[in-house]
């Protein structure tokens, strides 16, 4: 079964703490995703890993395919980061599997 | 810009009435795809398609149909709509090929039935 999990559900931190948000993934995988949710609705994708790290301004998102592991680091946290983020992967076809998300609240 | 709409953010429907749910993507992408996310539960995908006129059926179908006449629209079909359909629709779009393409999302559909 192509199971995605997530942690934590939900996440409340001080601006500025530095936030870890974890994706464990069942099977191999091609690549995983991590997808940035803001109310009302609408998804943006953050970066697409296959291997090793990636950094963004203050993201960083890490993957190690042999413990099908993969985490998402915010670095000075702002309430601007306030959202859900999403972890997600294919593995080979055409189709995505998405964990349920985690819901980050920053609180100035 | 990459995009991809939806044509309605907000629709309120009565119990049985037919509803339609539109979707344009301007990127020429081989996959689209329709999703619900209800609370918890995360995105359900409930069809996708990877070619004009193809389609295949998600985790959950039932109660849903969909069209793909043009490669750029993939529209949503409830043949009649059911309280448990309230939801927020999801409309995305990707290429084709596993490794190098990420999924584009539109908006957000929020239907209430009534």
């Known amino acids: 079964k192509n199971e995605v999990e997530q942690s934590p559900q939900n996440l409340t931190a001080q601006e500025g703490e530095f936030i870890t948000i974890n994706c464990s993934y069942s099977?191999?995988?091609?690549?995983l995703h991590w997808l940035q949710q803001h109310p009302g609705g609408g998804i943006v994708s953050l970066f697409m890993?296959?291997?090793g790290k990636k950094k963004h301004g203050r993201l960083i998102a890490t993957i190690n395919i042999q413990e099908k592991h993969s985490s998402l680091h915010i670095t000075a946290s702002h309430p601007r980061d306030s959202a859900v983020y999403i972890c997600?992967?294919?593995?080979?076809?055409?189709?995505?599997?998405f964990g349920t998300g985690t819901s980050l609240t920053v609180i100035p | 810009d990459v995009k991809v709409t939806q044509s309605s953010r907000y629709l309120v429907k009565r119990t049985g009435e037919k509803v339609f749910l539109e979707c344009v993507q301007d990127?020429?992408?081989?996959?689209m795809f329709w999703y619900r996310q209800d609370p918890g539960l995360g995105l359900r995908l409930i069809y996708f398609?990877?070619?004009?006129?193809?389609?295949e059926k998600g985790d959950i179908p039932e109660g849903y149909s969909v069209s793909r006449e043009k490669k750029e629209r993939f529209s949503l079909i409830l043949e009649s709509a059911s309280t448990n359909q309230t939801s927020m629709y999801l409309c995305?779009?990707?290429?084709?090929?596993?490794?190098?393409?990420?999924?584009?999302f539109g908006e957000g559909s929020w239907l209430t039935v009534v």
């Open positions: 995305a779009s990707s290429l084709q090929g596993a490794l190098i393409n990420t999924i584009y």
């Open positions: 099977v191999g995988i091609s690549a």
């Open positions: 890993l296959s291997s």
């Open positions: 997600a992967v294919r593995y080979g076809g055409n189709q995505f599997y």
């Open positions: 990127m020429d992408h081989e996959n």
């Open positions: 398609s990877y070619d004009v006129k193809m389609k």
